[in-house]
DNA sequence: GAAGCGGCTTTGTGATCACAATAATAACAT
DNA sequence: ATGTTATTATTGTGATCACAAAGCCGCTTC
């Protein structure tokens, strides 16, 4: 009898689906900084061995998305403000090119998207929906950069998300605006009028912001 | 009997080796692009099981040094011009900031090191030898990116190095030149004079000649 | 010759286990 | 109460196995 056979229904590649779905959260402001996993913790809540969920950790944990202690615990990282500035001045680096490279191909339907996506932004933000700011805010900026073509940018830019996601969390959850995103209209001002030098401008002061609240 | 007892004199950590060493073998081109590897070979050449052969592969994997076909068959990455156009971006974005941060601390040891680093990238040219290159040139750039004391970015940094290692060693093969590395002067010239200006230009230049040879 | 077909082999995947090391808890003494 | 030690529970690591799917090779057929 095959004990290791895996239930007909079940989606082949379980690693993967244990990776996807711990990735989402983390990004997405889920767990908290400092939050601790464990490979059994994780295999019983998707319902796998610790094999897969070993792999999932592992590529998590390779794109600093999580952290190992020298024990090989497993937790969300607790960023230092240096790194969180390094961070940030990636993000300007990485996030200010692919919005120039996106430019000349933005048209009107992708502003409209854009726009759309923004009110949702705008509506986390009067909730107060920390998880949901994070969500829409994200989205926001990947439909504009999915514009630039450039797969390889547009991955390191989601890395810089993945390991920023839980101290996002945490910032903005301490955070009380109610304010819309004010730089958001910029970029799409910027976009509408093919202004490149105020698009770089509007994205860069959006990713930076952060860093405000951050001083305070 | 302990039938999974490692070794006595063996290193703890087995996948943390076997990811070391192809690491470092996949960045400085010891491997052609396209070249397929397997967790049973893997295993085999350093004398561990497939867990940890598959643990290490997994880890390159999620930092672009391996990509794994849709049935999971392992090798190394066969760039198109157009990645390897976007990671020649990434490098000059990055690597330009690393160079302006590392300005304001790079004294004289340091430009003497880079001097002493340099000439062993200059015998490695003259000698054709195309791994010995990528290593001392790579060494060049690390050391003086290190001064920056920006870990997240160097780590960025490094990570586009190691998906471009198999191509940059295919690149560099095929090429039959002998002058020692020009604009690696330009940079050490900048760092004495200060000049940061200067400096942005040739790490801009330097990093993204090699699409010259592409576009022969 | 080129394309289809049968088998055999290779290969990644996931489950399970033993083990060692770390963390957590209980017991105790001062 | 507090700090210390002994015991127990938890956790990551690596080895091994069964399995399915994908590659590979020789054969056949037209």
Known sequence: MNLNARPLDANPLAHDRVYRQLRSRIMHGDLPPG???TLRGIGKEYEVSMTPAREAVRRLAAEGALTMSASGRISTPELSNERIEELAALRALIEVELASRALPRAHFALIERLQTINNAVSEAVAHRDAVGYIRTNL????????RAQAPAMLAMAETVWLQMGPTMRALYGRLRRTEPPHFHRLIIAALRAGDEPGLRLAVRTDVTQGLRMLAT
Do not use: D, G, I, S
Request: aromatic fraction near 18%; glycine fraction near 0%.
């Open 139 to 146: 989205e926001f900026h990947r439909t504009l950069y999915l």
């Open 35 to 37: 939050h601790a996993l």
